[in-house]
C-alpha cells in the first residue's frame, strides 16, 4: 500500500478557502485511481472527488459540484482539493485516498485500498 498524508485542514468562516494536499510516499501511477472523501460525526463516508490517474477523468459529488476541483501533480505523487466558497456543512473529516479500480458509473469512482490519516476542516457560518 501506498502511504498517504494530508494537510492544509483548518477553520475558516463560511465563504472561505481552503486547499487540501496530500503526499504519497511513492508515485501513484501504479494507481488506477485517487480521490477524497469525508465524514462528518454521525454520518456515513462519502467520496467527495476523484480522479483517474492515467485518463485524468473526473468525479463530483453534487454538493461540492463547481467548488472543490481536484488536481495531481505530473510527477503522480501529490493530490490536491481546492475548496471554494466553504459551507458549515462541508465540515468533516477529509482523507485522501488511492485506489486500483476505477468504476466509471458505480459509487465510489474509485475503490481506495491505501488512505491517510485525515484532516479536519470546519467551517463556521
Known amino acids: 500500500q501506498v502511504q498517504l498524508v494530508e494537510s492544509g485542514g483548518g477553520s475558516v468562516q463560511s465563504g472561505g478557502s481552503l486547499r487540501l494536499s496530500c503526499a504519497a510516499s511513492?508515485?501513484?501511477?501504479?494507481?488506477?485511481?485517487m480521490a477524497w472523501f469525508r465524514q462528518a460525526p454521525g454520518k456515513e463516508r462519502e467520496e467527495v472527488a476523484a480522479?483517474?490517474?492515467?485518463?485524468?477523468?473526473?468525479y463530483y459529488a453534487d454538493s461540492v459540484k463547481g467548488r472543490f476541483p481536484i488536481s495531481r501533480d505530473n510527477a503522480g505523487n501529490s493530490l490536491y482539493l481546492q475548496m471554494q466558497s466553504l459551507k458549515p456543512e462541508d465540515t468533516a473529516m477529509y482523507y485522501c485516498?488511492?485506489?486500483?479500480?476505477?468504476?466509471?458509473?458505480?459509487?465510489?469512482?474509485?475503490?481506495?485500498?491505501?488512505w491517510g490519516q485525515g484532516t479536519q476542516v470546519t467551517v463556521s457560518s
Open positions: 480522479i483517474a490517474i492515467r485518463s485524468a477523468s473526473t
Open positions: 511513492e508515485s501513484t501511477y501504479g494507481r488506477y485511481c
Open positions: 485516498a488511492a485506489g486500483r479500480v476505477w468504476y466509471s458509473t458505480a459509487s465510489p469512482r474509485c475503490k481506495s485500498d491505501s
